[in-house]
């Protein structure tokens, strides 16, 4: 990032502004398997006036609420110690015995260990639900109610949300000064990599374009890339708001809700779910799956076992492709790297954008972000924030015609993936008269017809009776 980017980042995001090292960095959270999210907090929390870090005090804080051995929190637990702790942990409703579960799988707590009692839910209504959650909890070894074993009680929580609020307003400002080439530089860099290792515009979009599912609802992508080329660490590292599928089984009722347990899975409380390296992941039941996903990726919502599942999470799907020695496909049919599941024109149809991931560099240390950057917690609140942010649609429904017979789910998938990129590159354009049309249709819309059009041909691939062309979009010349 040029310096006098540093200097508007500096100017415009103070508090949010970090600085990055990874070498020095890096062996302070040894041991310690933490997402970019968590490790900023941290280090913002221990960066010292004078801008030095104050690392003596950073290793304290981490050993007292980031144990590194598993033992040491059982034990500790075990002598009567009460814990607070910084974690990730697992909800789980037992309704047959009226149990609220937790679990905290990365010190050892199992789901059928840990409890949550009422008053902590009731002080956090809407927080503890089903799902994944990243905060900090006070922890306490007590008897059953019965008197005959004991249970791991959360005796106290706080949601892990370093930014309580983000100021959208207070972006909008800040952006406007910034250049686009700037403004694609800092995004770069919030995701803790380098502009200046990419070769050309082109990566840096085809980069950047995975975002597009963190700021947008309900967006379904698909990429396809060789190894290498940082998939993984995107989905699983910059926003506690995403799951990530890697690898193992996966059935209807993990995905979306669980008969048995009555509960929901994993897509009803997350902005996102990525399946990474899709061609390990074994899915039970294929064809419930199929028809599930079918009519959640067409409506927001599906019928599981007479009820009624919605959600605004975006699907990822992600899976490696052969390439020749010019790094291009081997096969122009790019769906053939997808599981035989996967390969269901109807189902493809239903995807809004794809991702050219062989365009990617494969991920060097020249790559690796060192300077000063936006901290990736405020990074993806606000990510999270945008998503709610209906004027970029409506500027949208403004600025674009197409023609009369559009397919709908090509006008659908059009508009998400441009609103989109306005919302990621533009987001302090308000009204109509903030919008620089020759922006708005290189960096929106033309790309957003381009992704949407790989999928349309690449489904005619497997169903000649899906049509290649996409229909027109067009600015108005008259607002």
Same mark, same amino acid.
């Given at each position: 990032?040029?310096?006098?980017?540093?200097?508007?980042?500096?100017?415009?995001?103070?508090?949010?502004?970090?600085?990055?090292?990874?070498?020095?960095?890096?062996?302070?959270?040894?041991?310690?398997?933490?997402?970019?999210?968590?490790?900023?907090?941290?280090?913002?929390?221990?960066?010292?006036?004078?801008?030095?870090?104050?690392?003596?005090?950073?290793?304290?804080?981490?050993?007292?609420?980031?144990?590194?051995?598993?033992?040491?929190?059982?034990?500790?637990?075990?002598?009567?110690?009460?814990?607070?702790?910084?974690?990730?942990?697992?909800?789980?409703?037992?309704?047959?015995?009226?149990?609220?579960?937790?679990?905290?799988?990365?010190?050892?707590?199992?789901?059928?260990?840990?409890?949550?009692?009422?008053?902590?839910?009731?002080?956090?209504?809407?927080?503890?639900?089903?799902?994944?959650?990243?905060?900090?909890?006070?922890?306490?070894?007590?008897?059953?109610?019965?008197?005959?074993?004991?249970?791991?009680?959360?005796?106290?929580?706080?949601?892990?949300?370093?930014?309580?609020?983000?100021?959208?307003?207070?972006?909008?400002?800040?952006?406007?000064?910034?250049?686009?080439?700037?403004? $694609?530089? %800092?995004?770069?860099?919030?995701?803790?990599?380098?502009?200046?290792? +990419? &070769? *050309? /515009?082109? !990566?840096?979009?085809?980069?950047?374009?995975?975002?597009?599912?963190?700021?947008?609802?309900?967006?379904?992508?698909?990429?396809?890339?060789?190894?290498?080329?940082?998939?993984?660490?995107?989905?699983?590292?910059?926003?506690?708001?995403?799951?990530?599928?890697?690898?193992?089984?996966?059935?209807?009722?993990?995905?979306?809700?669980?008969?048995?347990?009555?509960?929901?899975?994993?897509?009803?409380?997350?902005?996102?779910?990525?399946?990474?390296?899709?061609?390990?992941?074994?899915?039970?039941?294929?064809?419930?799956?199929?028809?599930?996903?079918?009519?959640?990726?067409?409506?927001?919502?599906?019928?599981?076992?007479?009820?009624?599942?919605?959600?605004?999470?975006?699907?990822?799907?992600?899976?490696? $492709?052969? %390439?020749?020695?010019?790094?291009?496909?081997?096969?122009?049919?790019? +769906? &053939? *790297? /997808?599981? !035989?599941?996967?390969?269901?024109?109807?189902?493809?149809?239903?995807?809004?954008?794809?991702?050219?991931?062989?365009?990617?560099?494969?991920?060097?240390?020249?790559?690796?972000?060192?300077?000063?950057?936006?901290?990736?917690?405020?990074?993806?609140?606000?990510?999270?924030?945008?998503?709610?942010?209906?004027?970029?649609?409506?500027?949208?429904?403004?600025?674009?015609?197409?023609?009369?017979?559009?397919?709908?789910?090509?006008?659908?998938?059009?508009?998400?993936?441009?609103?989109?990129?306005?919302?990621?590159?533009?987001?302090?354009?308000?009204?109509?008269?903030?919008?620089?049309?020759?922006?708005?249709?290189?960096?929106?819309?033309?790309?957003?017809?381009?992704?949407?059009?790989?999928?349309?041909?690449?489904?005619?691939?497997?169903?000649?009776?899906?049509?290649?062309?996409?229909?027109?979009?067009?600015?108005?010349?008259?607002?």
């Amino acid at each position: 990032m040029q310096a006098s980017t540093t200097e508007k980042l500096k100017e415009q995001f103070a508090s949010m502004a970090i600085y990055k090292d990874p070498a020095s960095t890096n062996s302070l959270f040894a041991g310690r398997n933490l997402p970019s999210f968590v490790k900023d907090f941290i280090l913002k929390k221990y960066i010292l006036k004078d801008g030095m870090l104050n690392r003596e005090g950073l290793t304290q804080f981490m050993d007292k609420v980031i144990p590194e051995k598993q033992t040491d929190v059982k034990d500790r637990l075990a002598a009567g110690e009460e814990l607070v702790l910084l974690a990730r942990f697992i909800i789980y409703i037992d309704l047959v015995r009226g149990v609220r579960r937790f679990g905290i799988p990365d010190l050892g707590i199992k789901i059928n260990e840990g409890q949550i009692p009422e008053y902590v839910y009731k002080n956090h209504a809407g927080e503890l639900v089903d799902g994944e959650k990243w905060g900090i909890v006070k922890l306490s070894l007590l008897p059953d109610a019965d008197g005959k074993k004991n249970h791991v009680e959360m005796v106290d929580y706080k949601p892990f949300k370093p930014y309580r609020s983000v100021d959208v307003d207070y972006l909008r400002d800040a952006r406007q000064a910034f250049t686009i080439q700037e403004w $694609i530089d %800092l995004l770069l860099s919030a995701m803790e990599y380098e502009s200046d290792g +990419f &070769d *050309s /515009l082109t !990566q840096k979009m085809e980069f950047l374009t995975r975002l597009l599912i963190f700021v947008e609802p309900r967006l379904n992508v698909i990429e396809l890339a060789p190894k290498g080329t940082g998939k993984s660490y995107v989905f699983g590292n910059l926003s506690k708001y995403g799951w990530l599928v890697s690898g193992g089984k996966v059935t209807r009722a993990k995905l979306f809700y669980d008969k048995n347990k009555q509960q929901n899975g994993i897509i009803k409380n997350h902005d996102f779910t990525a399946f990474d390296e899709i061609q390990t992941i074994k899915f039970q039941e294929p064809v419930e799956i199929q028809a599930a996903l079918k009519s959640y990726l067409e409506f927001g919502k599906t019928t599981i076992d007479n009820n009624e599942f919605s959600s605004e999470c975006g699907l990822m799907l992600m899976g490696n $492709i052969p %390439l020749n020695e010019q790094r291009r496909p081997l096969n122009y049919r790019y +769906f &053939d *790297s /997808l599981p !035989q599941s996967f390969r269901e024109s109807a189902l493809l149809d239903r995807f809004h954008c794809f991702i050219e991931g062989w365009h990617l560099p494969r991920i060097h240390k020249g790559l690796i972000y060192k300077g000063w950057t936006i901290n990736v917690e405020y990074f993806s609140e606000i990510m999270h924030t945008l998503r709610t942010q209906n004027v970029y649609g409506l500027l949208f429904d403004e600025l674009v015609e197409y023609e009369k017979n559009a397919d709908t789910r090509d006008f659908n998938a059009v508009k998400r993936v441009a609103v989109g990129y306005m919302k990621l590159l533009f987001p302090h354009w308000a009204t109509v008269e903030n919008v620089n049309k020759e922006d708005f249709d290189t960096y929106c819309l033309q790309p957003a017809i381009r992704r949407r059009g790989i999928i349309k041909e690449q489904c005619h691939y497997i169903d000649p009776e899906f049509k290649t062309v996409m229909p027109a979009f067009w600015i108005r010349k008259q607002m």
